[in-house]
């Protein structure tokens, strides 16, 4: 059973940064693939970055050149490097895990493993 810990949110002026983890743990193999989900209370869950195994990255529109995913591997630890924040970058953020998915094709649905989030909060 894959666990999820994320942190390092919090609250940033806008056109700040923030980097989340997320400590991964509880398999023998690593997940096909992870990703950063956010969520606006009201809303649908998010996806806005995806890495594979490999290290193919990709991202939704809304945070393309402004977030970076990376992994590093002997930590079994996910980042998400937030650069640029915006006010509407305000949202709970979630770590996920899968290996449903094939790599390279991170970006569709079928996360299974889900950390309990961390919240983030960008102000004027």
């Known amino acids: 059973q894959v666990q999820l810990v994320e942190s390092g949110g919090g609250s940033v002026q806008s056109r700040g940064s923030l980097r989340l983890s997320c400590a991964a743990s509880?398999?023998?193999?690593?997940?096909?693939?992870m990703a950063w989900f956010r969520q606006i209370p009201g809303k649908e869950r998010e996806g806005i970055a995806f890495?594979?195994?490999?290290?193919?990255?990709s991202y939704a529109n809304s945070v393309k050149g402004r977030f970076a995913i990376s992994q590093d591997n002997a930590k079994n630890t996910l980042y998400l490097q937030m650069d640029n924040l915006k006010l509407e970058d305000t949202a709970m953020y979630y770590c996920?895990?899968?290996?449903?998915?094939?790599?390279?094709?991170?970006?569709?649905?079928?996360?299974?493993?889900w950390g309990q989030g961390t919240q983030v909060t960008v102000s004027s």
């Open positions: 890495i594979d195994r490999s290290g193919r990255t």
């Open positions: 509880g398999y023998n193999s690593r997940p096909v693939c």
């Open positions: 996920a895990a899968t290996y449903a998915l094939y790599p390279g094709s991170c970006q569709g649905r079928g996360y299974n493993f």
